[in-house]
T-cell receptor
Framework: EVVLTQSPATLAVSPGESVTLSCRASQPVSSDLAWYQQRPGQAPRLLIIAASTTAATVPARFRGSGSGTDFTLTINGLQSEDFALYFC?????????FGQGTKVEIK | EQLQESGPRLVKPSETLSLVCSVSGGTVNSYYWSWLRQPPGKGLEWIGYFYNSGNSRYSTNYNSSLKSRVTISVDPSKNEFSLRLTSVTAADTAVYYCARDLSFGGGERWFDPWGQGTQVTVSS
């Protein structure tokens, strides 16, 4: 199965800063990658599909990019509600698999 | 749409884990619907899905790693679906989620929306 490795595991940043999260696949998955946000105690929320398409109601400060094996999620101008866990998911090869996540916390 | 998981939080080893996902604001007769889980300290794992294949019939697909122990069933009259996982061990301790699965006949896709998840612990 495809292994997704996210880095870093934790990222401490100040509000207003920008961050870039990485997701690397163990084999090419084309652009078949999604990103999710999970705030503590809440359901995961879909952010990005097809590596770079923002889901409905997701603010424009979230941007996804990449294809093949290397993907990034950039959050520009972090707001208080953006401090959360972020994980990626590939749907190119079955079974669908997920990364272990990157926690974005307040510095 | 909103999804809500329910069921026992504690299950004894070798017994059967049973969870229910209640769907509101939509119907289980449309789309695919999945169960997923996240063991402590590990990434999410897709367990399986079902979909309405027509004529009141439902088709399922399971992760091969769990296939021998998993059953997903649906009750359209209650607009809910269930997960049964038999012969559980401590390795089945996880937060279990249900989610609408945006897959279709042309291929598997992403999940949206998700339930909040329910913690299930396997312990005697």
């Amino acid at each position: 199965e495809v292994v997704l490795t996210q880095s870093p595991a934790t990222l401490a940043v100040s509000p207003g800063e920008s961050v870039t999260l990485s997701c690397r696949a163990s084999q090419p998955v084309s652009s078949d990658l999604a990103w999710y946000q999970q705030r503590p105690g809440q359901a995961p929320r879909l952010l990005i599909i097809a590596a770079s398409t923002t889901a409905a109601t997701v603010p424009a400060r979230f941007r996804g990019s990449g294809s093949g094996t290397d993907f990034t999620l950039t959050i520009n101008g972090l707001q208080s509600e953006d401090f959360a866990l972020y994980f990626c998911q590939q749907y190119n090869k079955g079974p669908r698999t997920f990364g272990q996540g990157t926690k974005v916390e307040i510095k | 749409e909103q999804l809500q998981e329910s069921g026992p939080r504690l299950v004894k080893p070798s017994e059967t884990l049973s969870l229910v996902c209640s769907v509101s604001g939509g119907t289980v007769n449309s789309y695919y619907w999945s169960w997923l889980r996240q063991p402590p300290g590990k990434g999410l794992e897709w367990i399986g899905y079902f979909y309405n294949s027509g004529n009141s019939r439902y088709s399922t697909n399971y992760n091969s790693s769990l296939k021998s122990r998993v059953t997903i069933s649906v009750d359209p009259s209650k607009n809910e679906f269930s997960l049964r996982l038999t012969s559980v061990t401590a390795a089945d301790t996880a937060v279990y989620y249900c989610a609408r699965d945006l897959s279709f006949g042309g291929g598997e896709r992403w999940f949206d929306p998700w339930g909040q998840g329910t913690q299930v612990t396997v312990s005697s």
